[in-house]
């Protein structure tokens, strides 16, 4: 089952990314946890998940004209220095928190979402 279940988690987090944007990276950490891996490696695995396949994406709407890079440069600049700071942070952050912190996000996201 895990031979079949894997790859199509795989298949699906690139489809959710490239459709909803950078939301597969909620089904890797699911799927991540599915497998038994802990919350905070779960998370630090999706963004290596993600970070290939958002660069794809992206050049994708790049290509396509749909997107111009000059528009992304007000929050690319402080979003590497959040990445940075997150990436030092998420170690010392315990697993409840995270995963509480995870899911008020995410169910925020979703209400907006669905007041649209």
Request: with cysteine; proline share 4%.
């Amino acid at each position: 089952m895990k031979k079949i279940a894997n790859p199509l988690l795989g298949i699906l987090t690139g489809i959710v990314n490239i459709l909803i944007g950078s939301c597969g990276g909620i089904v890797a950490v699911e799927a991540l946890k599915l497998r038994g891996t802990d919350q905070t490696k779960s998370h630090a695995t999706a963004i290596a998940i993600i970070l290939p396949l958002t660069v794809i994406s992206a050049a994708g709407y790049l290509l396509k004209g749909q997107v111009r890079l000059s528009d992304s440069y007000v929050y690319l600049i402080p979003g590497l220095v959040g990445s940075v700071i997150g990436s030092l942070l998420l170690p010392k952050i315990p697993k409840k928190v995270l995963s509480k912190v995870f899911s008020i996000f995410i169910i925020y996201a979703g209400i907006r979402m669905l007041m649209k």
